[in-house]
């Protein structure tokens, strides 16, 4: 349902790619009611792309969520979640950390903006249209049988997604996420 960019000027090795992608998808599944295999997250090395920040060239990193907005999700949710990726990547790749860089370079390795965009109103993932915003319980709910259907027939992605549901209890007892 969403889906993360994380536009990255600095090198990332597959292990914190791996990292983030976790802490993303841990992140917004555990805050709202996304089941995990449907937040999607992809990596952009945007070290050779020319960007600008108040009109002067600037290579940074930053990570853009494109998600489904709604009156359920208030802005404090959204600032909350804003802080809580800024702090992964910190805590992930941040400059603070005691990491092999090229010794030849200055590279700017902090998380210059984290942008959540709420104008994802409509989408088909894994063969099934995408709820609005808010309405993840009752759509998990009116699907369940059809997702069972694909586990039983031996996708992996929608036997860890019955688990993932079962687990958090989304289709009992609503979760407790918005």
Do not use: C
Not at 53 to 78: E, L, P, Y
Not at 86 to 115: M, N
Not at 144 to 168: M, N, S, T, Y
């Amino acid at each position: 349902m969403p889906f993360y960019t994380v536009q990255h000027a600095v090198p990332l090795t597959i292990s914190q790619q791996d990292e983030l992608a976790e802490a993303l998808t841990t992140l917004h599944s555990t805050r709202f009611t996304t089941p995990r295999l449907f937040v999607n997250v992809g990596f952009t090395d945007v070290s050779k792309a020319t960007t600008y920040v108040a009109g002067r060239r600037k290579v940074s990193n930053t990570i853009q969520g494109f998600v489904r907005a709604g009156a359920t999700r208030t802005q404090q949710d959204w600032d909350d979640h804003s802080r809580d990726i800024a702090a992964a990547w910190d805590r992930i790749v941040g400059k603070g950390l005691p990491q092999i860089r090229p010794a030849d370079t200055e590279l700017d390795y902090s998380i210059r903006g984290v942008f959540i965009i709420g104008g994802l109103i409509a989408g088909y993932e894994a063969g099934f249209t995408l709820p609005s915003a808010g309405n993840d319980v009752t759509w998990l709910k009116e699907n369940l049988a059809g997702f069972q259907k694909v586990a039983d027939e031996g996708d992996e992605d929608f036997q860890e997604l019955i688990r993932d549901v079962k687990a958090r209890g989304l289709v009992t007892d609503g979760g407790n996420a918005k």
